[in-house]
């Protein structure tokens, strides 16, 4: 539908009304304009009755054309509404994985933490053994050290007394 039918249906409509032959038509109703006709036809001068018909024409055309454009819209939203119930479900889909996925990063995540920290406790405790460990050995071999240079000396002692 151009622009033109639709500014001569407007038109029209102003001039039915301006006469006096029609009520301003809000709800776009076949019934006023069939009053209009039948008002038109019984008591208008026949000089203007052809310029009146011809607006009411134009006017029950520009409606039906917006009826048939009407129905067109309703067929093609139709068909659409499947499509767009399916992407409403793929969205739907689409945010549940969203949000399953980041509770499983945040497990893992907390996780990941949750061993670290339990590596860090052991490793703390493995290097306390070890420090604990490397002292009594340093002990053990000071002692040892002692034990053999006093075993040394006696051993040195006792081979002077045996040679005097």
């Given at each position: 539908m151009n622009q033109d039918s639709m500014a001569s249906a407007m038109q029209a409509q102003e001039y039915l009304e301006k006469q006096g032959y029609t009520l301003p038509d809000m709800q776009g109703g076949k019934a006023a304009l069939?009053?209009?006709?039948?008002?038109?036809?019984?008591c208008m001068p026949?000089?203007?009755?052809p310029k009146s018909l011809r607006?009411?024409?134009?006017?029950?055309?520009?409606?039906?054309?917006?009826?048939v454009a009407n129905t067109i819209v309703a067929a093609v939203m139709h068909k659409l509404d499947p499509l767009?119930?399916?992407m409403d479900h793929a969205a739907n889909v689409m945010q549940v994985a969203v949000k399953d996925t980041r509770m499983v990063v945040d497990w893992l995540y907390r996780t990941?933490?949750?061993?670290?920290?339990?590596?860090?406790?052991?490793?703390e405790l493995v290097k306390e053994d070890?420090?604990?460990l490397v002292e009594d050995i340093k002990d053990?071999?000071?002692?040892?050290?002692?034990?053999v240079t006093a075993a040394a000396s006696n051993m040195g002692i006792a081979q002077y007394n045996t040679r005097r």
């Open positions: 069939s009053y209009t006709l039948w008002g038109l036809a019984h026949s000089a203007i009755l607006a009411v024409a134009i006017i029950l055309e520009h409606k039906e054309a917006s009826n767009l119930d399916l990941g933490e949750e061993m670290r920290d339990e590596l860090q406790k052991g490793i070890l420090q604990k053990k071999v000071s002692k040892l050290t002692r034990l």
